[in-house]
C-alpha cells in the first residue's frame, strides 16, 4: 500500500490521545501501510533492542517517561519525526505528515564505473572509548529520511568536523577539510566495495543486541 498523509481528523483524534495511545495508534497504522516489515510490539522491539514489554508497557499507560533515546528509536523504526508522539505536536492548527511505507525512489547513478543509491540514510553509532580499554555504546540514530549524495557529504562532513574539532590546534592545520574527507570517503564506496561491505540490516541489529545483552550486567532492567 502506498504511503499516506495524516488527516486533519486523524490529528483531532491524536489530539486527544496520549502517549501510549498514540504510539499504538501509528503502530497499527505502519502495519497496515507497509508490505516487507511488520509493526507488532514484538517486531519492533527486536529491531530497537529492547524487551517487548518496554513496548507494551508505554502503550497500557505504565511507563509514563519512558527515555528519550527509547522514544527516539521508535519513531525512527515508525518512520515519523520525534515530536509526532509528544502532546506539544499537537498543539495548535493541523500539521500533516507522511505515515506508512516510504516510495521506493531510490534510483541508481554510476560513479567510477560503478552503481551507488542516489538516496540513502546516514547513520551514527555514538560511544564512548574509556581509559580502561572498554567501550560504552551511547546512542544508535539515523537521518529521518533518505539523503541525496550533496547532503549525504555534507552531513558526513558536519560529523567529521565535530570530531576534527577536539584536536589540538597544531593538528588542525594539517588536518585536510571535513567536505574532502567525506567526499573521498563518499567516493571510496564505489570505488572500493569490498572496503566497505554491506551488511543486512537484520544481521547489524541482531549482532548489535547480542553484544549489548553480553555485557549488560545481570539483573539490570531496561528503562522505560
Given at each position: 500500500?502506498?504511503?499516506?498523509?495524516?488527516?486533519?481528523?486523524?490529528f483531532?483524534?491524536?489530539?486527544?490521545?496520549?502517549?501510549?495511545?498514540?504510539?499504538?495508534?501509528?503502530?497499527?497504522?505502519?502495519?497496515?501501510?507497509?508490505?516487507?516489515?511488520?509493526?507488532?510490539?514484538?517486531?519492533?522491539?527486536?529491531?530497537?533492542?529492547?524487551?517487548?514489554?518496554t513496548?507494551?508497557?508505554i502503550?497500557?499507560?505504565d511507563?509514563?517517561?519512558?527515555?528519550?533515546?527509547?522514544?527516539?528509536?521508535?519513531?525512527?523504526d515508525?518512520?515519523?519525526?520525534?515530536?509526532?508522539?509528544?502532546?506539544?505536536?499537537?498543539?495548535g492548527?493541523?500539521?500533516?505528515?507522511?505515515?506508512?511505507?516510504?516510495a521506493?525512489?531510490?534510483?541508481?547513478?554510476?560513479?567510477?564505473?560503478?552503481?551507488?543509491?542516489?538516496?540513502?540514510?546516514?547513520?551514527?553509532?555514538?560511544?564512548?572509548?574509556?581509559?580502561?580499554?572498554?567501550?560504552r555504546?551511547?546512542?544508535?540514530?539515523?537521518?529521518?529520511?533518505?539523503?541525496?549524495k550533496?547532503?549525504?557529504?555534507?552531513a558526513?562532513?558536519?560529523?567529521?568536523?565535530?570530531?576534527?574539532?577536539?584536536?589540538?590546534?597544531?593538528?588542525?592545520y594539517?588536518?585536510?577539510?571535513?567536505?574532502?574527507?567525506?567526499?573521498?570517503?563518499?567516493?571510496?564506496?564505489?570505488?572500493?566495495?569490498?572496503?566497505?561491505?554491506?551488511?543486512?540490516?537484520?544481521?547489524?541489529?541482531?549482532?548489535?543486541?547480542?553484544?549489548?545483552?553480553?555485557?549488560?550486567?545481570?539483573?539490570?532492567?531496561?528503562?522505560?
Amino acid at each position: 500500500m502506498p504511503r499516506r498523509t495524516l488527516t486533519p481528523e486523524e490529528f483531532e483524534l491524536l489530539r486527544s490521545y496520549d502517549l501510549g495511545s498514540r504510539l499504538r495508534w501509528y503502530r497499527k497504522e505502519a502495519g497496515k501501510l507497509h508490505t516487507v516489515k511488520t509493526f507488532t510490539a514484538v517486531a519492533i522491539s527486536d529491531r530497537i533492542g529492547v524487551k517487548h514489554q518496554t513496548i507494551i508497557s508505554i502503550e497500557r499507560g505504565d511507563s509514563k517517561k519512558p527515555a528519550y533515546q527509547l522514544i527516539y528509536k521508535i519513531t525512527q523504526d515508525l518512520g515519523l519525526p520525534f515530536d509526532a508522539l509528544t502532546d506539544d505536536f499537537y498543539e495548535g492548527p493541523f500539521r500533516s505528515i507522511a505515515i506508512g511505507e516510504p516510495a521506493n525512489n531510490d534510483e541508481n547513478i554510476t560513479e567510477a564505473g560503478k552503481e551507488i543509491a542516489r538516496t540513502s540514510v546516514i547513520g551514527a553509532v555514538l560511544y564512548e572509548y574509556r581509559s580502561d580499554n572498554t567501550v560504552r555504546l551511547i546512542h544508535d540514530l539515523r537521518s529521518y529520511r533518505p539523503l541525496d549524495k550533496p547532503e549525504f557529504i555534507s552531513a558526513l562532513a558536519r560529523l567529521i568536523g565535530e570530531f576534527q574539532a577536539t584536536e589540538t590546534v597544531e593538528k588542525l592545520y594539517t588536518q585536510p577539510h571535513p567536505v574532502i574527507v567525506a567526499s573521498e570517503l563518499y567516493n571510496a564506496l564505489a570505488i572500493y566495495p569490498q572496503a566497505y561491505p554491506s551488511i543486512p540490516e537484520e544481521a547489524w541489529t541482531k549482532a548489535r543486541n547480542e553484544l549489548i545483552a553480553t555485557y549488560q550486567p545481570k539483573g539490570d532492567n531496561e528503562r522505560s
